[in-house]
């Protein structure tokens, strides 16, 4: 019966592109997933049970949380309270599953919250698959504290997810994009970072210079971006905890930009123009020792590490339109991967190391889409008047991107969509929001 749950997850995970598989797993079970449904998997969440009074508050927020994070993926549906036949008042208590079968409640969450003396948090939950009448996996505990309560949330959401789908998680994760405000013949731009569904805003830096493509290092703690504030754009190093920060090498009058780390979050790639030439180095962050890559009269930039950190993608204009391109790490003869209608740009790797997402224009229309690392199986997941700058969740499932408004008082937005083009939304901001970049699964 276990099966029977699986798979109706299973079914729903058709992320992949076309003719791939993805797999799900709980214990000795393995399904390939080669096709797909959209009815989304019903699943109950009572409340968590408050096992002191100080827990009240918390008990509701953290289920809300865990089913707005479930719900948000599109592959979930919440049953109502109000449909409840028996309710958990104990987290140890018996689970009447033939009441929850009766709703057709295919996943139940249960969850227990607790404050200590000191104002610590304890969390648990259990999850549960109703037709087969066990629980699925063992039970998780977490511990934290009153400020840090939806960050054990999103902990709880990605087990549940993790466990039902076989896909790692992505909710525990943060979100570092430039907030803008002011009209936009003036328009304003600092770093921000956030929890990845918009909570937990952080001004990074103020309002004083121009600020581009923040980027976050492998381990979530530092974040690279381009500022205007000498006049001249520069590649700065920030560390998220302390906000310090310090300014990449470069000789006066160069132009660096469009920075990323490399995997061993020890090497940067980046554009530089000198001389009227823009070509893509490679920086050691600790030595300041930085090595050319190309050399071509043609425009190189928005380099992008494999997961593996063996190759780059990059975008450039040497074959006379903006397309993309793959070389070694080391540099060498780069391979053209793009060679549909329109002009391609802003690669980035999926942290899976199978799909490259990238922006496209044509036909008058911007586009967010993926295709392989080949440049096989080009698909277009978006269209508007001005979609750009994709960003990869953790997991390599669903991306995050900018879509700007038409008209003179336009405002920029952070959307997200999966890999197979569903589940559009809008991630909320206060005030306009562009140039996401996804961190890490939080440690």
Do not use: C
Request: glycine share 10%; hydrophobic share 40%; proline share 6%.
């Amino acid at each position: 019966m276990m099966k029977r749950l699986l798979t109706l997850l299973a079914a729903l995970l058709v992320f992949a592109v076309p003719a791939s598989k993805a797999v799900a797993q709980s214990g000795p079970l393995r399904i390939e997933i080669t096709e797909g449904v959209i009815e989304p998997l019903p699943f109950a969440n009572p409340a968590f049970v408050a096992e002191n009074a100080a827990a009240t508050e918390l008990a509701r927020n953290l289920s809300r949380v865990v089913s707005e994070d479930l719900i948000g993926t599109g592959l979930f549906r919440e049953i109502p309270s109000s449909a409840f036949i028996s309710q958990i008042t104990s987290f140890n208590s018996p689970v009447q599953f033939s009441d929850w079968r009766a709703i057709n409640a295919q996943a139940l969450i249960s969850g227990a919250v607790s404050v200590g003396s000191d104002g610590s948090v304890f969390v648990k939950f259990r999850l549960y698959d109703v037709f087969a009448g066990q629980e699925l996996g063992d039970g998780l505990q977490f511990n934290g504290t009153q400020a840090g309560w939806r960050r054990m949330a999103h902990k709880v959401a990605d087990a549940v997810y993790s466990r039902i789908t076989g896909e790692g998680g992505y909710f525990d994760s943060r979100v570092v994009y430039v907030a803008e405000s002011g009209p936009k013949d003036d328009r304003r731009k600092r770093l921000a970072i956030m929890d990845y569904d918009g909570a937990n805003v952080q001004f990074l830096t103020d309002s004083n210079a121009i600020v581009l493509a923040p980027r976050f290092s492998p381990t979530g703690d530092r974040i690279l971006y381009t500022s205007y504030e000498s006049g001249f754009p520069r590649i700065y190093v920030m560390d998220v905890a302390s906000v310090g920060r310090r300014a990449l090498p470069t000789l006066e009058g160069d132009m660096s930009f469009a920075p990323r780390f490399a995997p061993d979050g020890n090497t940067v790639v980046y554009s530089l123009t000198t001389g009227g030439n823009t070509d893509i180095y490679r920086m050691d962050i600790n030595s300041g020792n930085a090595t050319r890559l190309t050399s071509t009269p043609s425009i190189e930039t928005a380099p992008s590490f494999s997961p593996d950190g063996s190759r780059i993608v990059f975008e450039s204009d040497r074959s006379g339109t903006q397309q993309l391109y793959i070389m070694s790490a080391q540099g060498g003869e780069p391979q053209r991967i793009s060679f549909g209608q329109g002009r391609y740009g802003t690669p980035v790797w999926s942290p899976r190391g199978d799909l490259i997402a990238f922006t496209k224009q044509s036909k008058g229309r911007f586009h967010i889409g993926v295709m392989r690392t080949d440049g096989a199986e080009e698909r277009l997941l978006t269209a508007s008047f001005l979609d750009e700058g994709p960003t990869w969740a953790p997991n390599g499932r669903v991306i995050m991107f900018t879509r700007e408004s038409q008209g003179e008082t336009g405002t920029a937005s952070l959307y997200s969509v999966d890999i197979s083009g569903r589940n559009l939304k809008r991630i909320p901001t206060e005030g306009g929001a562009s140039d996401p970049a996804w961190s890490p699964l939080q440690r």
